[in-house]
Structure formats: C-alpha cells, structure tokens
C-alpha cells in the first residue's frame, strides 16, 4: 500500500482505486494497517470517491477503543510504504514460476536452437498448467444488522444462535454490539459466503428462525471479494 499523500486528490483517487473490490486495506477484517491509513486522512473524503467514502465510514463507525483491538501493530504509515516497496523489489529478484509469470508474449531474440526449444517447452507447460486451473471461488464479505426485540434481549445468547448457523460455504467473522437507543443494541456480524452456496434468503431465515430473540435482519454492507 503506497497512497502518497492522503490528504491531496491523487492519494485519495489511489486509495478509492485500490478499494474497489476491497472492504479493508488488508484482508477480510479490519486491521491496525486501517487505523493508520485512516488517521492519514485527517477527513472524509468526497461522496464522488465511493470506494474510499464507504471504507471510511465504515471504520469511523467504531470508536477509539475499539479501533484499538483490531488485529496487527500499530505503526506508522511510512512503515507500511517501505514494507510494501521492499516486498515488490524482492519479487522482482525471486525467481519466477513459469506457471504463473511466463509471459507469452515476450521477444525471443535468439536465434533458433536450444534456447529456442526451451522456451517453446515453457510455453507448452504454461498452457497445459493454465487449462487444468480451477476457476476461482466467488465470495462475499456481508455485514449484518441484527435487531432484537427490545433491550431486555439477551445478546450474548442471541449472538451465539446467529453464530451457530452452520451452512456450507459460510464463515461467521467479527461482531459488536451497537447502540441503538432506549437501552437496545443490535448485533453487527461480519460473514464470508461463497455465492453460489450461500443465498442471502436462506441466511436472514436461518437467523430470524430464532424468532424468540430476532425482530430483524438488515444487509448493511455486501461485497464482492
């Protein structure tokens, strides 16, 4: 992650590129790696951004505290831009696997003979390896909204139904408790579904099956990741 300066348009523009198909800066929860980028910003970026707009809320959503027990060390965002420049530098010297990084489309200069057949046995083998690939698995990152029915709801209990949904192609992540007035809290779960397994139709039944302690379900974030 290099982003220049955030406080200027092009750092803002490289970081709403870069979160285009992202939730968080690195991984699928949020980490300290986010915390320090966005306290580079100084402010919320322009609507126009969206990307950027909607990782920024997002992460303002939660206090001082909770930022605080995110994953990771904190450190300072230079240290996160030489780490990203020394790890591209050193895959520019390791040694390429043919199978993924031969580019077919390279000049060969040399003459025919042996370099040339060498190359030409690369080519087969990166095609052969290219078709046997498996295509890769769609998923999502949903956070949820989940509503109980007034304050006197047992939370700890009401997380733990949510959590023991067990479907394939789904995997529950991080949750918080957020207030929401009059002494109720709502449940905001965090979840990796793989698309064609997991329909958002048979999650909210499954979690509002537990009708006893859930008024409701909301989508408050759905990406493609």
């Known amino acids: 992650m290099n982003f220049g300066d955030l406080q200027s348009g092009n750092g803002l523009v ?28 100084k402010k919320v970026p322009s609507a126009d951004l969206e990307n950027a707009f909607r990782w920024y809320n997002h992460i303002s959503s939660f206090d001082d505290a909770e930022r605080q027990k995110f994953q990771g060390q904190h450190q300072s965002i230079e240290h996160y ?28 200069d040399d003459d025919e003979g042996e370099e040339n057949e060498i190359r030409k046995q690369r080519l087969n083998d990166y095609n052969e390896r290219k078709a046997k690939k498996p295509a890769p698995i769609a998923k999502s990152e949903i956070i949820l909204d989940v509503k109980p029915w007034d304050d006197e709801t047992n939370m700890e209990e009401l997380e733990n139904n949510v959590r023991s949904i067990e479907l394939d192609g789904l995997l529950w992540g991080a949750s918080r408790l957020v207030p929401v007035g009059f ?34 379900v909301d989508i408050v974030s759905f990406q493609r990741i």
């Open 183 to 216: 002494g109720i809290r709502k449940l905001q779960i965090t979840c990796i579904v793989e698309d064609d397994k997991v329909g958002m139709d048979i999650l909210e039944e499954r979690i509002t099956a537990f009708e006893e302690f859930v008024q409701s």
């Open 14 to 41: 490289l970081l709403n590129n870069f979160l285009a198909d992202k939730s968080y800066i690195e991984g699928y929860y949020p980490s300290q790696v986010d915390v320090v980028v966005f306290e580079a910003m």
């Open 81 to 108: 831009e030489r780490q990203d420049n020394q790890e591209k530098h050193e895959s520019k010297l390791a040694c390429v696997d043919t199978a993924e990084d031969f580019d077919v489309f390279a000049d060969d």
